[in-house]
């Protein structure tokens, strides 16, 4: 199971429960029974243990069993591949990382250890329930009273704090989940949420009257590269009205710069696709400074897209070093 570092920010919405569970000098304490945590996010499922005798051979996570003797290692797992990290050892923490959540991710969560000694076996149960949610922008009332509202398919109990955004302008926060101000009757205004810190796990915009609205959606909201290497950052876009220009840009400069004219690009620079199709980005011998969130933005007649929503964060390493750390295996 490959080592990595988290390219992603914690976010994690607990229970304040610890369960412990044991017999005979064994034990597995999980600092939380029940998670809710948002896609594309990580998680640590806090854990430690205890054991009468003997030394510890083997330790790995599991969320089924299957019909084998033990249950199935997540870490020999495919559809884990990449993104988990075992911060535990094989005296007492059994501390898992999981990285770049998917809703299918969501499973109850069990820690196993085999000792040396005879029946020396055992799982800690419960476990650590996971949900993975996604945030998306429900609609509801009629044409003069719409209400908008962040939903997730678990509740945050973090008390999160929910942002909003009208044609990718930062509008308002509120640690309610529905918008509170009067939700525009323009059919070119579209609408996005996120939750503050996680601005780059926001919602897809959504037209609040009709189908027709402007809006951007990023194909990748990460991605990681080598130096020297090229990238393809894309997004697809629509506007109300017809466009009479766009550029990409980068978020951390003071005002919007399209990048084919940003000397640090020269001739590293193109721009392909069309409208309502892939818009891409792609920036060739790539540097290390490169390392940066780049953002789309269009104008049409009457409108600009804002600049304050998020785009894709773009990483550029020179390393290429795997470590493979034998959480599985004999001391």
């Known amino acids: 199971m490959a080592l990595r570092t988290a390219g992603s920010v914690l976010v994690v919405f607990l229970w304040s429960v610890t369960v412990v569970l044991g017999q005979d000098g064994w034990s597995v304490t999980y600092t939380t029974q ?20 003997g030394k510890v051979t083997t330790t790995f996570w599991f969320t089924e069993w299957g019909t084998g003797v033990e249950p199935k290692d997540l870490g020999q797992d495919p559809e884990y591949a990449g993104r988990l990290e075992y ?3 094989k005296k007492k923490d059994c501390t898992l990382k999981i990285t770049d959540l998917r809703e299918r991710d969501s499973a109850t969560y069990k820690f196993r250890l085999l000792t040396d000694q005879e029946g020396g076996k055992y799982s800690g149960r419960p476990g650590v329930t996971l949900s993975v949610t996604g945030l998306q922008v ?3 009332g009629g044409h003069q009273d719409k209400t908008l509202t962040c939903s997730t398919t678990c509740t945050l109990t973090d008390n999160p704090t929910y942002i909003w955004y009208k044609n990718g302008q930062h509008l308002d926060e509120s640690t309610s989940p529905q918008y509170k101000n009067t939700v525009s009757s323009n059919y070119i205004d579209g609408y996005s949420c996120a939750v503050k810190g996680h601005e780059d796990l926001h919602s897809p915009a959504v037209c609040v009257q009709g189908q027709s609205c402007s809006r951007v959606n990023y194909t990748k909201r990460r991605i990681c ?5 090229t ?8 506007g109300y009205y017809y466009t009479t220009s766009s550029f990409w840009f980068r978020s951390d400069k003071s005002t919007p710069e399209d990048l084919t004219t940003d000397p640090g690009y020269a001739g590293r620079v193109e721009y392909t696709g069309t409208y309502r199709g892939p818009f ?8 290390e400074e490169d390392s940066a969130e780049y953002r789309f933005t269009f104008k049409t007649d009457n409108f600009d897209w804002g600049h304050s929503f998020p785009g894709t964060t773009l990483s550029v390493t020179g390393s290429q070093v795997e470590v493979i750390p034998k959480w599985s295996s004999d001391l």
């Open 34 to 53: 029940s998670i809710c945590t948002l896609k594309g996010s990580s998680v640590d499922l806090f854990c430690s243990y205890t054991y009468p005798r």
């Open 87 to 89: 911060h535990g050892d």
């Open 138 to 140: 429900k609609v509801t």
């Open 225 to 229: 590269v080598l130096k020297g290497s």
């Open 231 to 238: 990238v393809d950052i894309s997004c697809t876009y629509v």
């Open 280 to 287: 891409t980005l792609r920036i060739t011998d790539l540097r």
